[in-house]
């Protein structure tokens, strides 16, 4: 009896103990992943450094670049950029690489590479990009081009990222306009983009929110017209590569 009393407290003690071994649960219940913070520069790799030569042969400049460490893989982007002529309307030439390191063979991959997929910018000068993740093991970058005329200041967003092979653009929308430079009575209209962050999702909802300051009518013929219509809120999907309306396209 006692024999028996020993090995049913032992057995029940394992029933603990035996779902932790070997791996470690986060406070959600799910297994928790590690993720590398130390790989190897990407610009030391033999296969990147021969694109940097590419790009660069091409008259491209190196922009900006990027890793991501939260994911089982290590992600890294570089943007590149070939300027204008460096008048006012002269806009730059964009390129970019994105590329996925894997630790066993301590190399990095190229998974996508567009030379001059875009151009963008004022003054023969590409914008800064703005990295991001887009969606669930799914990245980009984010260019804010601006431009004045007659008083008057705009602003667009444009958000790009990898389909396939290949950098696209994914959605552009007006996001700045004031009319500061005008003498005239003062507005400004901003648009405000927020990412829903839904880790399932292949890639994040974005919602863009309308706000007007000071005394100012969007009509349906203008650029913010033609986005929220009547609304002050609208909703993007992501479908086929690219951002829609959440009414069009289901």
Request: proline share 3%; aromatic share 12%; net charge negative.
């Amino acid at each position: 009896m006692k024999k028996l009393f020993i090995i049913l407290c032992v057995t029940l003690i394992l029933s603990f103990i035996m779902p932790t071994l070997g791996c470690k649960k986060s406070e959600n219940n799910q297994i928790a992943t590690t993720a590398l913070l130390n790989p190897e520069n990407a610009s030391y790799d033999e296969s990147v450094d021969r694109t940097y030569a590419t790009f660069k042969e091409k008259g491209f400049k190196l922009l900006s670049e990027n890793y991501w460490l939260d994911s089982d893989k290590p992600k890294y982007m570089a943007i590149f950029s070939k300027p204008g002529s460096g008048s006012h309307a002269s806009s730059a030439e964009i390129g970019g690489i994105y590329a996925e390191y894997t630790e066993s063979t301590k190399k990095w991959d190229i998974k996508a590479e567009s030379l001059s997929f875009k151009t963008s910018g004022s003054w023969g000068e590409a914008p800064v990009p703005r990295f991001i993740k887009i969606g669930k093991d799914r990245y980009g970058f984010m260019m804010v081009t601006s431009f004045t005329g007659q008083g008057y200041t705009n602003s667009v967003t444009t958000i790009y990222g990898v389909v396939g092979t290949n950098f696209v653009e994914m959605i552009s929308v007006p996001t700045g306009e004031d009319n500061s430079g005008t003498g005239n009575e003062a507005y400004e209209v901003r648009v405000n983009l927020k990412q829903e962050l839904d880790k399932n999702k292949e890639a994040y909802d974005i919602t863009a929110i309308l706000n007007i300051d000071g005394k100012h009518t969007i009509l349906p013929e203008d650029e913010y017209g033609k986005v929220f219509g009547n609304s002050q809120e609208i909703t993007f999907i992501f479908k086929d590569g690219v951002y829609v309306k959440s009414n069009q396209g289901k």
